[in-house]
């Protein structure tokens, strides 16, 4: 990844071909050693094709890539007749979170 980043940033500053030396020569710029397995095979891969049309079809195939989300809208907000039928339920509920509360202590502390 940091290969293609300092292709891409040779490419924005006008070298249209960078070379593994131009690479090699950002990356040591800021104190990264380059790969020479991974730069050679970086170029191979790009070699005689433009980034800009690489980068085009790869955002054409990935916005067709389902990216999860939908999910749902939240739950609707209760009624107040509903929300008078849930209260001994919500009594009884923080009955049983004091309950449980209590047995967390067992005696010592953290940093006791």
């Given amino acids: 990844m940091k290969h ?21 020569g950002v990356l040591e710029a800021v104190g990264i050693e380059a790969d020479d397995d991974r730069l050679s095979k970086l170029l191979e891969e790009l070699d005689g094709k433009d980034i800009n ?7 054409t195939k990935l916005a067709s890539v389902p990216s999860g ?9 209760a009624g107040g007749a509903a929300a008078a039928g849930d209260a001994p ?3 009884e509920e923080e009955k049983e979170e004091e309950k449980e509360e209590s047995d967390e202590d067992m005696g010592f502390g953290l940093f006791d």
Avoid: Q, R
């Fill in 69 to 77: 989300g939908g999910g749902g809208g939240g739950a609707p907000a």
């Fill in 4 to 24: 293609l980043a300092a292709y891409l940033l040779l490419g924005l500053g006008g070298n249209t071909s960078p070379s593994a030396g131009d690479i090699k």
């Fill in 53 to 59: 049309e690489l980068i085009s079809e790869g955002s």
């Fill in 89 to 91: 339920a919500a009594a």
